[in-house]
């Protein structure tokens, strides 16, 4: 796998997914046996994966079968969740004390670890000694919104490889800078980004909003910055990662990057999706056998002009998503409960919309830009 890839692939079967992702990638190659690889989820509160926080325990089992039957066995799983919560209750409630006990991978508490002084162009971090003995370090951060950053992904998932002292300095320093610096003192061999259902806008769950796909990575940066367009995001909008893309981690350039999907958003299982049930927006959608993928760039977009208060304009419009308005034609629709409205498309399905948005699934970005300009 090459720094500028991409590798998604759709879907609700976590484990499968994974695997058919590390099957395309063959990170095992050119490995030795005996090097010691570390998995890092994010774990920072004790909560289950579906309540849209943690990492699904099912992508880290898939890692760890697959390297054990490539003959890796010096395998660990580390993380040291947010200050305020234990990392040991994580580990349970997560079921990570139970997936380790099944496949005989040791549990790191790094909020139990001591920490060595590493020293970044712009600061000295101190960073968790059993990160800093690793020889891989497979990073499987969760796609989410951030109430202070706006999304966490790859880059900020690194900050559980740290003190809590430092965790504590990161936020007094307003997060964005020490972030980008951190990039450059752990590298990231391979990254493997839970975009099942992540929370719309808190990193403690709550909120799931259901994506439906996996992504692989080399390149923190990138993977981020393709992460932000999903979301809604502009680059601007979340600093660290231009800044880590200037300290030399890596490109923040998508449109250099090589994307791959290895099925289709339409060959994956129509999902009930659980989007934030008391936005006004949620009223204005006409669902028929929509995809995740698809409804969750909707969400994530609407709820982007929602925060800014810049949806007013909107609230007349009807936005028809799924696969039952294939060949649908009209500038309106009879909607059963709001009668007669401008009906917008999402999606290459509604192509026959007077107005559609194309893709499959579009990004979260793109829909906005659009919703953006419409009078």
């Not at 609700?12 to 395309?24: A, K, V």
């Not at 993380?79 to 139970?98: D, L, P």
């Not at 970044?120 to 968790?128: F, G, K, R, Y």
């Not at 490109?251 to 129509?270: C, G, I, K, M, R």
């Amino acid at each position: 796998m090459q720094n500028n890839e991409l590798i998604i692939c759709y879907g609700d079967q976590p484990q499968s997914m994974t695997r058919r992702l590390l099957e395309q990638i063959k990170p095992e190659q050119g490995l030795d046996h005996n090097a010691k690889i570390g998995i890092k989820p994010n774990l920072v509160v004790p909560s289950p994966a579906e309540d849209g926080a943690t990492t699904h325990p099912e992508i880290v089992e898939a890692i760890v079968l697959y390297f054990q039957e490539h003959g890796c066995r010096n395998l660990v799983i580390l993380e040291g969740s947010w200050v305020g919560s234990k990392t040991s209750h994580a580990f349970k409630r997560c079921g990570y004390q139970a997936l380790a006990k099944k496949l005989n991978v040791p549990l790191i508490d790094l909020q139990e670890d001591d920490s060595v002084p590493l020293a970044a162009e712009c600061m000295t971090v101190q960073v968790c000694s059993q990160v800093t003995g690793l020889d891989v370090l497979i990073n499987v951060p969760v796609l989410k919104g951030h109430c202070q950053t706006g999304m966490t992904c790859a880059l900020k998932n690194m900050k559980g490889c740290i003190t809590n002292r430092e965790k504590r300095r990161f936020h007094s320093m307003g997060l964005h800078m020490p972030i980008a610096a951190l990039s450059t003192l752990i590298r990231q061999d391979l990254i493997i980004i839970d975009g099942l259902c992540g929370d719309l806008t808190f990193e403690e769950g709550g909120h799931p909003v259901a994506m439906n796909r996996i992504i692989a990575a080399k390149d923190p940066v990138l993977a981020d910055s393709y992460a932000a367009q999903l979301l809604g995001f502009d680059l601007s909008d979340v600093p660290y990662i231009q800044m880590a893309e200037k300290m030399g981690t890596g490109s923040a350039d998508v449109s250099q990057a090589l994307v791959t999907e290895l099925n289709h958003d339409q060959e994956t299982p129509v999902c009930q999706p659980k989007p934030l049930r008391d936005r006004p927006y949620v009223r204005q959608i006409e669902e028929d056998q929509a995809c995740s993928a698809c409804y969750g760039s909707l969400i994530h977009a609407l709820e982007r002009l929602y925060e800014r208060g810049a949806d007013t304009h909107l609230r007349q419009t009807q936005f028809l998503i799924g696969q039952g308005f294939k060949g649908k034609p009209g500038a309106s629709y009879q909607n059963r409960q709001h009668g007669k409205q401008q009906a917008l498309g999402i999606g290459a399905c509604t192509a026959g919309c007077k107005q559609f948005i194309p893709g499959c699934p579009p990004k979260a970005k793109e829909i906005l830009a659009f919703l953006s300009k419409l009078d």
